[in-house]
């Protein structure tokens, strides 16, 4: 980027500014959604609920049809790391 691309770009710098923030808590929001770990312990959780009568049979049957789904999905990885575009740094 050149200098005066630069400086008549400036004043949207809060925009790029926050959708780089949502665009990382958008990720991180799906990668712990997604996360095997997160997802048997929402089951296990699950399952505690049912047994202790807080949740009907078709509630946990709808929820753990939802849970499975998400453990069966494969894990999309993004190649992309901080601070770079299609390999080059920004």
């Not at 790029?16 to 808590?25: E, F, K, S, Y």
């Not at 699950?46 to 009907?56: K, P, T, V, W, Y």
């Not at 069966?72 to 080059?88: C, S």
Request: net charge positive; charged share 30%; hydrophobic share 45%.
């Amino acid at each position: 980027m050149g200098v005066v691309s630069g400086l008549l770009l400036l004043p949207l710098a809060p925009v790029r500014g926050t959708a780089w923030v949502a665009d990382h808590l958008l990720r991180e929001a799906r990668r712990h959604t997604h996360d095997p770990r997160a997802v048997q312990a929402r089951l296990a959780a699950l399952n505690r609920a049912l047994d202790e009568g807080a949740i009907d049979e078709a509630a946990f049957e709808k929820e753990e049809e939802r849970l499975l789904a998400l453990l069966e999905r494969p894990v999309r990885r993004t190649t992309d790391t901080v601070g770079t575009r299609q390999g080059r740094h920004v």
